[in-house]
């Protein structure tokens, strides 16, 4: 039997320290885009809950965006009052939030990152997210994500 990544069991860990309830899945192949984790799940791309860290201004800024969606940088760093949101590096996004690109969950990250949620993801009953590593992923729901992540709701297209 193949043991878990560190990253999985690190976020599973946090998970169950901020009271999340859902399941993680791992996925036979990457699921570092919305349409292959929505495709190997069986759900709408639009109840992937993209965690998108984009550098603002220097600081990190995290997405939690819809994966029917992208996210319109210009009006997004206005509406959350940033100079300018940037994609992050591979070296910023594991400097901010121990994850690699592709596998970006929504919580467990070294220190307190700020985040965003796009409230489209409220029409769905299940959302699923990255869990730290690209092929897992945990289901969820917006309240819940809201709950565990503090994020504030944003219009991001």
């Known amino acids: 039997m193949a043991t878990e990544h560190a990253s999985i069991t690190s976020f599973r860990g946090d998970l169950v320290r901020r009271g999340g309830t859902g399941d993680v899945v791992i996925l036979p192949d990457s699921a570092h885009t919305a349409a292959l984790a929505a495709a190997a799940l069986g759900c709408e791309v639009g109840a992937i809950a993209n965690s998108l860290l984009f550098d603002g201004d220097g600081g990190p800024v995290l997405i939690l965006t819809s994966g029917a969606h992208r996210v319109d940088t210009t009006t997004v760093a206005e509406r959350i ?25 929504p919580i467990d990250h070294p ?13 769905h009953e299940v959302v699923w997210a990255a869990a730290g590593h690209p092929s897992a992923v945990f289901s969820t729901t917006y309240d819940e994500l809201v709950a565990m992540t503090g994020a504030v709701e944003v219009e991001v297209v």
């Not at 009052?81 to 969950?105: K, N, Y």
């Not at 220190?111 to 029409?123: E, H, K, N, Y």
């Open 81 to 105: 009052g940033v100079g300018r949101l940037e994609r992050a590096d591979p070296d910023f996004v594991r400097r901010h939030t121990g994850q690699v690109i592709g596998g970006v969950s």
């Open 111 to 123: 220190a307190p990152v700020p985040t965003w949620i796009d409230p489209w993801l409220r029409q």
